[in-house]
């Protein structure tokens, strides 16, 4: 009797395990879907698997990077200004925007990354800082050194009298060895969305300096790539086309986006694919998508008035739209707390004000909406603070975060 009663338990417990796990199969890939329902809990890698099908993209509550790619980064004048050879200013803490790495962003939530390239001598780079104006300066100044003796020596000795540099180059590993391309981001980007088929990755991608002609030629090769290449996890493509065009002009469900990258670039109409939701200093609201943004984007201040700023956006936008226990979308909702104000205070110092009033105070209350959040020195903790907030088809643990 007890080994017959043991036998139907261990049947009872093996088709509920089963009916969980073939329950989700239409949604995402089995195997991350199976391994969310057994654990019960959502995590920074997998937790758009507890969205709904249905749910539009613009009605989820995602975090971004500004700047993604600069936990290590530097310039030829190993990130200082210099006079004489000598280094009298740390530029480097203000192209610094990040502590995480790429693959730490993504497993932490990260959906929404903002990718700058540098177009030159054949190679698609990734860095943060145009140095076309600074580059006119140091003519101006090499030329004046050039008359004057002194100056002419030191020029020979390595100690210029004045030395500026504000292109600053991304790099995979801390030793700043290891250049980080446009092959190798999209190549780590497939990679985690082979991984995770249920998750899908917002990429912002502008140029910050060298040739247009030159970027546009080397980007486009990475785009027709991510077009034909399949996600063996989906079989479909690794980017998203709405109904097999480039131009985007809709805003899809996410079931239509899990395991794909959608695109936002400036150049979108030379590409043909994609879309741009353009996001100017200050505030303002634009399209994306078929869709109206209202956005928040002072970048220019100082951390007091960004905290202001990002308080009044939350209060007069987000929160009333969803105050009443109900979610009413008139317009979607693009929140960049990043900023800087040179010479006064770096992204890191405004965003530990800013993180510190926005996430560890919790503002962000689970079940309202806030919609797309991206700013400096995002962490696994100031990324769950974001996701958390969804409404997800399951519960989840804080014990994995």
Known sequence: MKRSFKRMLSMGLLAALLLSVFSFGGVFAAGDAADTVRAGRLTGKNWMSGIPDDR????????????CVTAYCKNTTDNA??????????????????????????NAGVRYLDLRFSAKQGKLLLCHGN???????????????????SRAL????????????????????????????????FSLLKRFLMKHPSETIIITAKKENGDT??????????????????????QQPYLYTENGNGLYTKMPALSQVRGKIILMTPFYEELQTGDMLDSKNKAGQTDFMGMTFRYENHWSVPSCLKTMFVYRFLKKTAIEMSADGEQHLPVANLLKTNASVVLLQSPQTIAAKVNDFLYRQNRLKKGWYYGWIMGDFMTKETCAAIWQTNNFVFDYSRKDM
């Open 56 to 67: 539009y993209l613009y009605e989820i509550n995602l975090p971004g990077t500004h700047d």
């Open 81 to 106: 200004v210099k006079l004489f050879g000598r280094p009298v200013y740390d530029s480097g803490e203000y192209a610094k925007t990040q502590s995480l790495t790429l693959s730490e962003q993504l």
């Open 131 to 149: 140095n076309e104006r600074i580059a006119v300066i140091n003519k101006i100044m090499q030329g004046m050194d050039a008359f004057n003796p």
């Open 213 to 234: 002609k030159e970027f546009l030629t080397l980007f486009k090769k990475q785009i027709e790539r991510l077009k034909t290449e399949i996600n063996p996890a989906t």
């Open 154 to 185: 030191l020029h020979r000795e390595r100690a210029p009298f004045l030395e500026l540099d504000t292109e600053f180059y991304a790099y995979k590993d801390a030793g700043c060895t290891v250049p980080f391309t446009g092959k190798r981001v």
